[in-house]
């Protein structure tokens, strides 16, 4: 999904399940590296260009980098190393990184290879002098991909804080807060390692309020959050707290701030984010004659009862209705996990969706999440149909049933309505799309 996609047809009425799935193609091609990269190079320095990164997109976002670097600056020295998640690298499929070196660890959870990762790209900019540059490539997930944890704290002690902030459903700011007090790369470290050379962000953002500090944790921008609102969540969410995790909160230990004068040469910028997506599919659906409601691009909160909300919404504005109507949304909800199936948290907001609807005629849902990846499942998302209430009905799947285990991939792979797509290799987040269908007469 590296370039834009025409939408092919161009009546969604015809064959709505396809015209979702090509708009949803379309928007995730709009915020692909491929399509951002070119046009943001900054001039070679004086001295070295180190390129570090991590994230989902991370991979492509260094391979889009050196292609462009290579067309326009081919005598300036580009080198330096990324990690990207497990199966999001891009060597071998026709776009290699020559110059960076793409690394991949695991994710959600990270693990030894996260470790090394962070070790390897804290060495990579120590060296660095006041007339050299570091181009920091970041985007979602790299929270996770480049974890090393703080002076005396364990491995073990921060993955077990991390998977009880993810199995709680806090919100993803808060959890990002809690990761940058315990890393010892993240909240502008990495930055204040490679001063006093000057430091340039890229960002793809999956944080709803595309705020740059939180994406991927922040490595290379200061924090403003402190050790002691980081200890607040936790007990917030009533989180066990390992006693050298409680030790290092309550020592309140200076972090790199916005008002550090270290930053003051470094620059960032968000190159996508989940509104780009939905203005891509915005205009794609208008110029097919379907009317378009944007109901933000930035919402949270739990992915069941955001889906049963807009399943609401979707009916009453079917009522008289003579024209295609589509509504989009994005952002990142959250799943509380109650049950032990199987499911990320856009198939859990179109199983809260598809129970509020129960088959209404016209109406048609796709959620994905546009790194291809919902949740730690193998699918991107789904979508159903109206008929598929009778469907699941005939076979005894039961949505509530389903809902109550948290076991919405289950319940759609029943249905076949799973869309697997592999890795994008970019990421804003959910991408959210109810087609409403004028009723027949």
């Known amino acids: 999904m590296n370039t834009l996609t025409p939408l092919v047809a161009r009546d969604p009425a015809e064959t709505p399940r396809a015209w979702l799935r090509q708009l949803a193609e379309h928007a995730v091609a709009a915020v692909h590296p491929d399509a951002l990269l070119p046009a943001v190079l900054p001039a070679p320095p004086r001295g070295r260009t180190r390129v570090v990164g991590a994230g989902k997109a991370a991979a492509a976002m260094a391979a889009a980098l050196e292609r462009a670097w290579q067309a326009h600056q081919p005598q300036a020295l580009l080198e330096g190393l990324v990690v990207t998640r497990h199966g999001h690298g891009v060597q071998g499929r026709g776009v290699d990184c020559r110059h960076i070196e793409v690394l991949e660890a695991s994710h959600p959870m990270p693990d030894d290879l996260s470790e090394r990762a962070a070790r390897h790209m804290l060495e990579a900019v120590a060296d660095l002098g006041a007339d ?168 949270e909160g739990e992915a069941r009862e955001l889906g049963r909300a807009q399943g609401r919404l979707a009916l009453a504005a079917r009522d008289g209705r003579r024209a295609p109507l589509l509504l989009l949304s994005g952002g990142e909800t959250s799943v509380t996990v109650r049950g032990d199936g199987r499911g990320g948290r856009n198939v859990e907001y179109l199983l809260g969706l598809f129970e509020t609807l129960r088959g209404a005629e016209g109406i048609h849902a796709l959620a994905i999440d546009t790194d291809g990846i919902d949740g730690s499942e193998d699918n991107a998302g789904a979508l159903f149909a109206p008929e598929d209430w009778a469907r699941a009905h005939a076979r005894g799947l039961d949505p509530v049933d389903y809902l109550s285990r948290n076991d919405a991939y289950t319940f759609f792979a029943a249905l076949d309505d799973l869309i697997v797509t592999g890795p994008t290799r970019t990421n804003v987040n959910d991408f959210r799309a109810i087609l409403v269908l004028p009723r027949t007469p």
């Open 132 to 299: 050299d540059l570091v181009i920091a490539l970041i985007s979602g997930g790299g929270s996770a991909l480049m974890s090393l944890p703080a002076p005396g704290i364990t491995p073990a002690e921060k993955q077990a804080i991390n998977r009880e902030l993810l199995r709680c459903g806090a919100p993803i700011r808060e959890i990002n807060a809690v990761r940058r007090h315990l890393s010892a790369i993240k909240g502008g470290r990495l930055a204040a390692a490679a001063h006093p050379a000057r430091v340039l962000t890229w960002l793809i953002s999956d944080v709803p309020g595309d705020e740059a500090s939180l994406v991927a944790s922040g490595p290379t921008l200061p924090d403003a959050t402190t050790p002691a609102d980081a200890l607040t969540i936790l007990e917030r969410h009533g989180i066990a707290i390992p006693a050298g995790v409680r030790r290092h909160l309550a020592a309140n230990a200076p972090v790199p701030h916005p008002g550090d004068k270290a930053f003051v040469r470094d620059a960032s910028e968000v190159l996508a984010r989940a509104r780009d997506a939905l203005e891509a599919a915005r205009i794609a659906a208008e110029a097919a004659g379907v009317e378009v409601r944007l109901l933000g691009d930035d919402l």
